[in-house]
């Protein structure tokens, strides 16, 4: 059986995905605040686990520029990382372990080049060309 994101589609390694995620909290990098080095603890509503990503690995809807929200976003440098706030981590799915939506996938992320596990259901394709392999 085969891992599918969260609208159904079927996942395909060397996807490019979206991870559909909530701040837990953000450390911010050194002297420099915000920075799209802050590390962001977030996880996702399939499972507690929780993964670290940089802030720039991440889009985000642009909040204060404010010590509350010490990371900067992928998507135009926008300042977010308050717990709770919502952020779609981007990589490319290197590895598949499971089947169904709660597959897990092993993603490299973006910016950072960290590589993380999170479930394929809290996933979207971030690529036009996903499960047309």
């Known amino acids: ?13 060397g996807d490019q995905v979206s991870i559909i995620a909530t701040v837990v909290s953000t450390a911010p990098f050194g002297s420099t605040v915000p920075s799209g080095q802050a590390l962001v603890t977030s996880g996702t509503s399939l499972t507690t686990a929780t993964f670290v990503h940089e802030g720039a ?4 809807v642009e909040h204060s520029n404010d010590a509350t929200h010490p ?22 799915v290197v590895a598949i372990s499971g089947a169904g ?27 036009p060309t996903a499960g047309t392999q």
Not at 57 to 60: C, G, I, L, R, S
Not at 71 to 92: E, I, M, R, V
Not at 103 to 122: F, M, N, Q, R
Request: proline share 3%.
């Open 71 to 92: 990371a900067l976003s992928f998507n135009g440098g926008k300042n977010y990382g308050a717990a709770g706030d919502a952020c779609n981590p981007l990589g490319t």
């Open 1 to 13: 059986m085969a891992a599918f994101n969260s609208q159904g589609k079927q996942v395909f390694i």
């Open 57 to 60: 690995d991440a889009n985000a």
């Open 101 to 127: 939506n709660t597959a897990s996938l092993s993603v490299v992320l973006v910016t950072s080049g960290l590589t993380i596990t999170v479930p394929a259901g809290a996933t979207t394709s971030a690529s």
